[in-house]
């Protein structure tokens, strides 16, 4: 008879759980509030940041501790608090990132090796990667160093390149180097202050565990109900009461990472607590219950893996399933029933356990039955009870695969689980049905039936079986097409992957040498770095290592970001509307739906602007807040909504109906703009000599035409801006690169004069350009909201509409033709180059062209023209070396081609082409700084790089499956300050002579404010610790330029140096009358009584007028990687740079951008690409499900950076130079590798001659299609 809980007055609804060890109780708590939502708004406890809401990037990570229902004893491990639902945290122990060290009580030693190993830039992340540690060494407390990078899957850091962080959390590791650190004491370990006892504890063993809430829960609100059975009759119970109703059972919650949409349920029934669904068996087979997650899943595989060697071939395939916190509470149940409801759905787990020829059970004794039946089986009103894996015969050869866009915490582009029992003794013949079953082909293909028939009873030995079975499974494979994914790529690589385990299971030793290293996957190694640079200790704290002065506050999550700053009061939250369609112009919006969702308090359209309803400064074109008759791109704002919580806000948004009227088709790519002849009028030429008679005269001529694409900046703080009405006039906190603009915009949207605009920027959670001029739209929304409403606003995007919305990198295509000598000497240049810059022109960068396209190459006839396109997508703006990355890649495409037509090697042609000193650039300006042949030397020699091209050709010879390349690009980067300008103030207190700086520079991580401190230190000889900076604002700062361009950090240390030196003037009277050395507080204090001016203010201004570089960086890096030809994955193995960035300042922090820039830039070369629908023009890749920054296993296995010693910049009284920017460029070196490995992979398969297109990204799918893989080519 089932208990009917609603009735039951057992069903408490009254949540207890601890935090940092202290209790809390949540009566009755709405079952839609995540952990992270209660977290950071009800507790303040914003050390927790909140970025992706998806499960995919980490920042939100937690560790809880509580009873293990499967063996009765206590777990703890890190989870996702943005999808974990408050309601579940009955009972248990949540230690976040304060509860673990800060300021007051002292850093815990994993805050401040982050910090100290110089791991932490914007610091966003940082909160989340120590607490990820810290689960870790829970778990356990002595790991080894691939345990600990393998539990870095889902984080993502867009700053560091990830090197830093790797190292700091190795350094933990039990065969680390003692000397960075060694491992931790289990005391020390959970040796931090509890908040609530205000000594060390560990909040585990306070609470958690002991206390552990027992018996069913039932809370409700607003029309949804949460259960928490803690029976079978219980669950069942509910089952029956509601199985009419919308319902879901929640184990882990994590399928809301992935689809978001599912839902809305009235009634959620969350099945932790059922004793039966933790029920596990060792067995064999082993039988696990459908609420163990996939972490311990895997450690059960890993115990059983002596009964069977199939346990730890799963256990290896789990661990590439999601993340480490996804795994540590997401379910193979759960996710069976994603596959169940979205059959389109890649599952890892469907894939693998049917191979593996799982049973899955459903309900309490029910029939037990293979996935794919399941699969078939409706589920309304029933639960899945368990899952048993058998262990196969000894003689089965038992291998799965994944195929993914990135290494890690990415879902397959096709997965496969293939079993086969062979009698080795009768040569290898496949004794009974095999199983061959892939995942990510289409809707419902699950077994390649038709091949498994094909090989019962063959000899697999025998070329004439393989090749059979490639011809039936390439019938029988039907891939669906989509624009994420071609069907042609999806069906070689399940051929491919089918090959693979055809070798492996022939065994080695019977296949012929070149296809040996065919059945393995790329393995990868620790990473490991080294760092190079020179310092002088006589000049410290200038050009001293050091980490940022902020890193360890960043580390404890005691740094501010706007979205942390407690409510003000009355304060609301706002979100946009965003089209859906582009190319069309706007019908009606209909608001009733979401001002009818709780907590809604208002709307706003462009009616609403009491200003212009133009967020663009007045010398670009007109951009609307809110868009009031056309919709130029899907996801351009289309309204603002406003209600009680972020989360009420971004309902609301959803709820919004609004309809499109004269929809045209969009126009979303260059190629299709050159069609439509849809450009804007900008366009430029610069011709120089005689490019066409040259060309027509040079011996070779060659024509092509190269591209790359967009690129989200990925910031880990997503826009965000809070305006509060005053009595002056408006209070703006954003998180902006660009606080002039801002101050510009708000100004303009509200009709306001700009000195009643108070702008103030603390810090930016990286910004990479995104945050210059760009975040004028969500200020100008914000503010006019605040105006509006007369309360304080805060405008903090979600993800999605963050990714629609925002300006992204401009995609490039170049169309040229070339002349060149016998030597590969270049002689003529034509050059075209389309520039898509969205729907208008916001910031075009073609006019940087001239002083960067040629790279450091000299060409003595050029013709450069360029051209604005316009499509029907957001206008594009700054992003991280804007323009240049694409000109340099795609003169170094054209070197390429030049070598390849030639036959010669293209490290030769690059050398035999470079500028020398004196030469003079297309600008018109003269090289009087070049040194590239000596960087280019000291490199080509210190890593080696003709001995590595020797093995690179010997292993490409013997090897017909992996490839190598390796490849050395050369980089200039122009600095061109002009019109830039930075109002710095420095101020000495007489009371304690401790000195402040503001300065006009944005901290987004680069580490300007550490550098200026440096400079002020050591210019007025005091400790570092006497300096600090506060927060920049419009008032002490006006009229400074955008943060970027490489230039901010430079010229905020020469505004402050000249501060400093003008102080000292006035000070050093003093200073002599004293004695020449007195105490500096007394110094400051007889200053002060005689009335000498403690404070100064500088304007750093390079008022040229019209774009020229002062100087340039140089450097060079040289790249190697491996590629699976048969997949498309690739392994970076090492990376070397060499970067003149003159006297460094900070040599750390010009590291640490150095590898923040490099591996942002592969990113962009390897795994990073906008997708949008030809129909709509939706951006599909708007999350992290789909878009892929890089993680920390995509970096290079070995990076080696050196900062080029006794450089000195002679146009610079720091002497320093810029260092954010141009080693991104180099990262291209990464796609050069690529075409060496793909070029040796075509001239296997017969197509070796052409000099073929590798467009950027060269993502895993590209890569595989560039080698031209044939199934025909198959062979033992
Ligand atoms: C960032 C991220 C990356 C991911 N990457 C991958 C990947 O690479 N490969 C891959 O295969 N998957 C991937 N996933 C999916 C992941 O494996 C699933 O989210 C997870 O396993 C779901 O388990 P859960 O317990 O959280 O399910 P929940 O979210 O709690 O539930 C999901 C669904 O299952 C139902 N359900 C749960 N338990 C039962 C039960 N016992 N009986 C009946 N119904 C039940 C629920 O009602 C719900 O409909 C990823 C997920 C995220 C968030
Ligand atoms: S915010 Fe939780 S994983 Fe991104
Ligand atoms: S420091 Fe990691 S995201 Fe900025």
Redesign the pocket.
């Known amino acids: 008879m089932p208990i009917l809980p609603d009735m039951n007055e057992e069903f408490k609804d009254k949540l207890t759980f601890w935090v940092n060890g202290k209790r809390h109780v949540v009566q009755n708590p709405d079952p839609a509030m995540t952990l992270n939502e209660w977290l950071r708004s009800q507790r303040g406890l914003t050390g927790t940041k909140v970025m992706c809401r ?3 990037c980490g920042c939100c990570v937690v560790m809880v501790t509580h009873s293990d229902l499967t063996n009765g004893g206590a777990c703890s491990y890190s989870l996702n608090s943005c ?1 974990c639902p408050l309601c579940s945290v009955d009972g248990w122990s949540i230690t976040t990132v304060e509860g673990l060290g800060g300021q007051k009580g002292g850093f815990h030693p994993i805050q401040r090796r982050l910090a100290d190993f110089n791991g932490s830039q914007c610091g966003y992340c940082s909160p989340g990667m120590v607490v990820n540690m810290y689960g870790l060494l829970n778990k356990k407390p002595l790991p080894n160093k691939q345990e600990v990078e393998n539990h870095f899957d ?1 984080h993502i850091c867009r700053c560091t390149g990830y090197r830093p962080i790797l190292d700091a959390m190795k350094s933990f590791a039990v065969d680390a180097d003692p000397e960075k650190g060694g491992c931790i004491d289990i005391e020390d370990l959970n040796k931090h202050p509890c908040p609530s006892a205000g000594e060390a504890c560990n909040g585990a063993s306070a609470n958690g565990v002991n206390g552990t809430s027992a018996g069913p829960l039932r809370c409700c609100q607003r029309g949804v109900t949460w259960y928490r059975p803690t029976s079978l009759a219980e669950l069942y119970g509910l089952l029956e009461r509601h199985s009419q109703d919308r319902y ?11 689809y978001k949409d599912d839902g809305p349920y009235s009634c959620l029934i969350d ?1 932790k607590a059922v004793p039966d ?1 933790c029920n596990c068996q060792a067995g064999p087979p082993l039988v696990v219950g ?2 163990v997650s ?1 972490s311990a899943m895997v450690d059960l595989l890993r115990a059983g893996s002596d009964r069977s060697p199939s346990y730890s071939v799963l256990a290896d395939h789990l661990c ?4 480490v916190s ?1 795994r540590n ?7 069976l ?2 596959k169940h ?1 979205h059959s389109e759905f ?4 469907v894939t693998i356990m049917e191979a593996v020829g799982a049973k899955v059970t459903i309900g309490f004794r029910g029939e037990s039955q293979t996935i794919s039946d399941f699969l078939g089986t409706a ?1 309304n009103g ?3 009870h368990s899952l048993e894996i058998p262990a196969g015969k000894p003689e089965d050869v038992f291998r799965t695969y994944k195929v ?1 866009p990135r290494s890690q ?4 582009y096709v997965n496969a689980g293939f079993r086969m029992t062979l009698d080795r003794k009768s040569d290898v013949m496949v004794v009974a049905k095999p199983c061959i079953v892939f995942g990510g082909i289409n809707k419902t293909m699950v077994h390649a039936v038709a091949t498994e028939d094909f090989l019962v009873g063959k000899r697999i030995t025998d070329a004439e079986t393989l090749r059979g079975a490639l011809a039936v499974l390439q019938a029988e494979l039907v891939p669906d097409e989509s624009a994420l994914q071609s069907a042609q790529y999806t069906k070689q690589l399940a051929m491919g992957l089918f090959y693979k385990f055809y070798l492996s299971a022939v065994g080695k030793e019977s296949l012929t040498e070149p296809v040996r290293s065919a059945a393995d996957s790329l393995v990868r190694p620790v990473s490991r770095g080294e760092q190079h640079f020179q310092t002088k200790e006589s000049e410290w704290p200038l050009r001293q290592p050091m980490p940022k002065t902020s890193s360890r506050v960043q580390a404890s999550g005691e740094a501010i970001y706007i979205n942390d700053m407690p409510a003000m009061p009355g304060e609301v939250y706002a979100a946009f509307v965003t089209s859906t369609v582009a190319n069309c112009r706007l019908g009606n919006m209909d608001f009733s739906q979401a001002m009818e969702i709780p907590g809604a308090v208002a709307y706003l359209t462009a009616g609403d602007v009491r200003g212009e309803n133009n967020y663009n400064l007045p010398s670009s074109p007109v951009a609307e807040i809110f868009s009031s008759v056309e919709v130029s791109y899907a996801g351009q704002p289309v309204a603002l909504v406003i209600a009680d919580t972020q989360f009420h806000a971004d309902a609301m948004a959803k709820a919004v109906q609004v309809t499109y009227t004269d929809m045209k088709p969009p126009i979303l790519t260059i190629q299709d703009a050159i069609t439509a002849e849809s450009f804007h009028p900008d366009v430029m030429e610069v011709v120089k000599g005689d490019p066409k008679g040259a060309l027509a005269a040079a011996p070779h001529r060659i024509s092509g035409e190269v591209s790359c694409g967009s690129q989200y900046h990925f910031y880990m703080e997503t826009q965000v801006c809070r305006c509060t009405p005053t009595e002056d006039g408006m209070d703006v906190q954003s998180a902006t690169q660009s606080m002039d603009s801002v101050q510009a915009s708000v100004a303009q949207v509200t009709g306001m004069s700009a000195h009643r605009v108070h702008v103030s920027v603390k810090r930016v959670g990286g910004g990479f350009g995104g945050k210059g001029p760009a975040s004028m739209l969500p200020a100008a929304a914000c503010a006019v909201a605040a105006q509006n409403l007369n309360r304080t606003v805060r405008l903090s995007m979600c993800l999605d509409a963050n990714m629609e919305a925002m300006s992204k990198r401009a995609p490039y295509l170049v169309k040229y033709e070339v002349g060149f000598d016998d030597e590969g000497r270049l002689l003529a240049m034509v050059y075209n180059l389309y520039e898509d810059n969205g729907y208008s022109v916001h910031l075009s960068f073609m006019y940087l062209l001239p002083m960067s396209v040629e790279n450091v190459y000299y060409c003595p006839n050029w013709q450069l023209t360029g051209q604005t396109c316009k499509t029907h997508t957001a206008p594009t703006t700054y992003t991280r070396a804007p323009g240049f990355i694409a000109a340099h890649f795609c003169m170094e495409h054209i070197i390429e081609h030049v070598a390849k037509t030639l036959n010669k090697d293209p490290t030769d042609i690059r050398r035999i082409n470079m500028f020398e000193k004196g030469q003079t650039i297309l600008s018109g300006d003269v090289l009087s700084d070049c040194n590239i042949t000596q960087l280019w030397d000291d490199l080509l020699t210190s890593a080696q790089i003709k001995q590595r091209q020797q093995e690179i050709e010997v292993f490409n010879k013997e090897n017909r499956w992996k490839k190598r390349g390796l490849s050395v690009v050369p980089c200039r980067y122009p600095f061109f300050p002009s019109l830039v300008r930075f109002t710095v103030f420095v101020a000495i207190y007489h009371t304690d002579g401790s000195v402040v700086i503001t300065h006009g520079g944005i901290e987004m991580g680069q580490g300007v404010d550490t550098k200026v401190m440096q400079v002020a230190a050591a210019t007025l000889g005091v400790p570092m610790e006497m300096v600090h900076t506060m927060s920049t604002n419009t008032l002490s700062s006006p009229n400074s330029a955008d943060s970027g361009g490489n230039v901010t950090s430079e010229l905020n240390c020469q505004g402050v140096l000249e501060c400093c030196r003008r102080l000292n003037e006035r000070i050093n009277p003093i200073r002599q009358e004293m004695g020449g050395s007195p105490k500096w507080t007394e110094l400051i204090n007889a200053c002060h009584s005689k009335g000498v001016d403690l404070s100064e203010k500088y304007m750093e201004h390079h008022p040229l007028p019209t774009l020229r570089p002062t100087y340039n960086n140089y450097g060079v890096t040289c790249t190697e990687l491996e590629l699976d030809v048969l997949t498309g994955e690739r392994e970076i193995t090492r990376s070397d740079i060499l970067f003149d960035c003159g006297k460094s300042v900070n040599p750390d922090l010009d590291i640490g951008q150095v590898e923040g820039g490099f591996v942002f830039g592969l990113g962009y070369w390897l795994t990073e690409k906008c997708v949008y629908d030809k129909e709509t023009g939706m951006l599909l890749t708007n999350g ?2 789909e878009y892929k920054p890089p993680a920390t296993k995509d970096i290079p296995a070995d990076l080696r950076v050196t900062l080029l010693p006794n450089s000195f910049n002679p146009c610079n009284v720091i002497r320093s130079k810029g260092v954010s920017e141009p080693v991104l460029l180099m990262s291209c070196s990464a796609m050069f590798a690529l075409r060496q490995a793909i070029q040796s992979a075509r001239e296997d398969s017969g197509h070796g001659d052409d000099f073929f297109p590798l467009n950027g990204p060269a993502t895993v799918e590209t890569c595989h299609e560039a080698c031209l893989v044939d199934s025909s080519n198959f062979t033992l």
Request: glycine fraction near 14%; charged fraction near 10%; proline fraction near 2%.
């Open positions: 998806e499960g995919g999808l889902g879901k059972l929640v184990c882990g919650n994590t399928a809301a990472g992935v099945i669904l459908s609420a996939l590439k399933v999601a993340n996804v509470v997401g379910t193979w149940a759960g996710n029933m994603m409801a890649p599952s890892d787990v589920m029933k639960v899945i993914a915490n990415a879902h397959a992290t499900w």
